[in-house]
């Protein structure tokens, strides 16, 4: 198959914000317990973390650092996990039906964040927490001294503040299936009233709204309209959230779901710019993808329910070949829409629907962790429209798409591409023709492909699905050929004069 990439170096888009390169950390499962945190595993280090785990996270790379929750957050009282460790309270955790010891808190999390270089983004409990918890925590997390919830801190041991910019004002609080979950307008208010307050605190902090969690949900959109007509000039994001499987087993369906991704993202900002335009707000509200991911296979029963226990196996989703393609398909939709997604974060990091995996002592990495990586090493600049002509086909769910998904990331004198070739038997040669400079030379390029799209890797054979170098590429007056293999993610830089 032969398929052209049109590309102009003067079609930009916008910057592509570092933020979208970010990750979520949910009290459930054994994401914290056991995946990041015990002390009791032979890689833990002085602060009880795993060093083999982080070792790992530290390749991806990660920006910003979503944290407590999830659902989980939304029954999650923060001060039950500050302060003496042997005076917190071990509570019941309704949304996952676990135990939660409060071992690892906000301070840990924050010193964790600081050791991995992310910038932290709590989220604040709006299920059954109030306004004033909410900007108690703040005051906790960023003010100096002299109060007393800053004081409290420094007593705590931390003398210097945490200094938390970003904050999300709830979970999915559209979902029924929600702590707390209310109607839009209750939640609008609700939103609004904690905003308020926080900025009060801390005028500095840039905060994050509910918006829609799924489109599927028949407030969709409709949801998002009314909390922005409550909290338009006291947000900088509207959360949504986005997870796509393929229960049907139809992999070409699948694989063309990055449409619906696209217009999810482009009806939602479709609204915050017509709330922008319509009402004369101060700023426009951007988007913040803050939970991303495939997830359906460990989705229901008892992959959902802790029955009583700490650190169960819930949502232990195990990826293969073709969810490395269609996390590619997502990285490339939030850095075609650069103008309007600000902050992505996949959901989640470790055990937990996650691109590692541990047991017992071991660890092992998922076949998105290679896709997630590629991106990741090769995120500054600026995107590039782009435009794909060759074949197409038709899928069930999602209609017409290319069978090439791209995107475009220009740096200077350096131009990476991200490509995913959704054939599942046909290899594909991707001719880069691009206006405005010429390409010289491969700096490098990495490529995850295999022949059976459900290929995966288990403890037992780790390197089924992982990335490789990848040289089938020939520069030639200006322009790139690359040789995509069959069902492949392909991320390449290269130098242009
Ligand atoms: O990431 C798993 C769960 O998915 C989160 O707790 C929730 O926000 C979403 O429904």
């Given at each position: ?19 979208i ?11 914290v317990?056991?995946?990041i945190f015990?002390p ?9 973390c795993r ?5 790992a ?16 957050v ?8 500050v ?28 010193e ?6 992310w ?18 925590w ?36 559209d ?8 109607p ?6 609700l ?74 993202i ?5 609204v ?6 319509t ?24 992959h ?8 169960p ?11 490395a393609?269609?996390s ?9 829409h650069a ?13 937990v ?26 995120r500054?600049?600026?995107a ?42 046909q ?35 780790p390197r ?27 991320g390449g ?5």
């Amino acid at each position: 198959m032969n398929t052209k990439l049109h590309l102009h170096t003067a079609f930009q888009i916008d910057k592509v914000d570092p933020r979208i390169f970010g990750g979520f950390l949910e009290h459930m499962g054994r994401a914290v317990n056991d995946g990041i945190f015990n002390p009791d595993s032979s890689h833990a280090d002085d602060m009880g973390c795993r060093k083999d785990v982080l070792a790992a996270l530290k390749r991806l790379d990660f920006t910003t650092m979503r944290y407590p929750g999830g659902n989980f957050v939304s029954g999650y009282h923060w001060l039950d996990a500050v302060g003496p460790r042997e005076q917190r309270p071990t509570v019941r955790d309704l949304a996952w039906q676990s135990i939660e010891t409060n071992q690892f808190g906000s301070n840990e999390f924050l010193e964790l964040a600081r050791r991995m270089d992310w910038s932290p983004m709590l989220a604040v409990n709006l299920g059954t927490g109030t306004p004033e918890e909410a900007r108690n925590w703040l005051e906790y997390c960023n003010i100096d001294g002299g109060s007393k919830w800053a004081d409290l801190r420094r007593e705590h041991g931390y003398e210097k503040p945490h200094d938390v910019r970003l904050w999300c004002l709830g979970n999915e609080m559209d979902g029924p299936w929600q702590i707390g979950h209310m109607p839009a307008e209750q939640y609008a208010i609700l939103a609004q009233q904690t905003a308020r307050m926080m900025k009060m605190c801390d005028p500095s902090v840039e905060l994050v709204a509910c918006g829609s969690c799924a489109p599927d949900l028949p407030t969709y959109l409709e949801w998002d309209r009314k909390v922005l007509e409550h909290v338009r000039n006291e947000v900088e994001y509207l959360s949504l959230h986005r997870y796509v499987g393929n229960p049907e087993d139809d992999t070409p369906d699948y694989l063309a779901v990055s449409n619906s991704i696209d217009r999810q993202i482009e009806a939602t900002d479709a609204v915050c710019k017509s709330v922008y335009h319509t009402r004369k707000t101060k700023q426009r509200v951007y988007l913040s993808c803050d939970e991303w991911n495939v997830w359906y296979r460990a989705r229901h029963g008892e992959h959902v329910n802790g029955r009583g226990k700490f650190a169960p196996h819930l949502l232990e989703e195990h990826y293969n070949l073709e969810d490395a393609l269609v996390s590619g398909c997502f990285l490339n939709s939030f850095i075609r829409h650069a103008d309007s997604v600000k902050i992505a974060n996949l959901a989640q990091i470790v055990n937990v629907i996650a691109p590692i995996f541990t047991r017992g002592d071991d660890m092992m990495l998922q076949s998105i962790f290679y896709t997630f990586e590629m991106f990741s090493s090769r995120r500054n600049g600026v995107a590039l429209r782009t435009s794909v002509e060759g074949p197409e086909y038709t899928s069930s769910t999602y209609g017409k798409v290319p069978y090439l998904d791209s995107s475009a990331i220009l740096d200077g004198d350096k131009l990476s591409v991200f490509l995913v070739n959704r054939s599942l038997d046909q290899p594909m040669e991707v001719r880069v023709c691009l206006a405005g400079a010429s390409v010289q030379s491969l700096v490098g390029a990495e490529c995850v492909f295999g022949s059976d799209p459900k290929a995966a890797n288990t403890f037992e054979s780790p390197r089924e699905v992982r990335s490789c170098p990848h040289d089938d590429v020939a520069v030639c007056r200006g322009e790139a050929v690359i040789a995509l293999p069959p069902m492949s993610v392909y991320g390449g830089t290269f130098l242009l004069g």
